[in-house]
Every structure is written in structure tokens, then in C-alpha cells.
């Protein structure tokens, strides 16, 4: 099967242009070297907001970006869970404290008339 080069660029094209979404990521990391290089990953994408759970902000291309990066680092016997939250699920995430709650993404610009 030959792909066309127009196809390509479209397909990268609309990763691209995708919006962000919020992301659950948490892992289970048995070696501590190695715990240490997918925490400085993962603080570099998103805030931690449990010891092995982080809230992360971003495009289809981000994520996937993401986890090439840990899978480089991850052994084995390491878990890594990466879940996509749609707008409604992360609008009813509770949390205790007012500051750690989950926003929703606003629009990405605003119509001025």
C-alpha cells in the first residue's frame, strides 16, 4: 500500500490541531531510580496531585509524546495508566480542598464583537 505524502501531512496536521484534554496518569514504579526519572517526566507534563497520580493538560500528540517518554524509562514490572477524561467527568471530579480541583478547558480564544 503507498500513502500519499498529502495524507500524511493531514493526518499530522490534524494531531496537531487537537485540543487538550485532561488526563489521569498514574503508575506503580518498583525500582526508586527509576521512580525518579518518570516523576521529572511527568512533572515536566502535568501537576502531581497524588504521590503516584498526576493531572495532565494536553493534546492527543502531548500524550502520546507522554508516554514514548516514560516507556523509555518504565521496566518490565512497572504499571503505567493513562486515562482520558471528557469535560463532564472532570467537571465532577471532587476534591477536598478548593485548589486542587479539576478545571475545565476554556475556549481557546474568545469572539469579540
Known sequence: ?????????????????????LHLVTYDIRDPKRWR???RILRGYGIRIQYSVFRVNGTA????QLRWDLQRVLGA??????????AGCAAQAAALHEHDQWPVDQAPFKILG
Not at 500500500?1 to 484534554?21: I, N, P, S, T
Open 77 to 86: 514490572e512497572d504499571d503505567l495508566l493513562v486515562l482520558r477524561l471528557c
Open 61 to 64: 500528540l502531548q500524550i502520546a
Open 1 to 21: 500500500m503507498v500513502r500519499r505524502a498529502g495524507a500524511v501531512r493531514e493526518h499530522a496536521g490534524a494531531l496537531m490541531a487537537d485540543k487538550r484534554q
Open 37 to 39: 526519572r518518570a516523576y
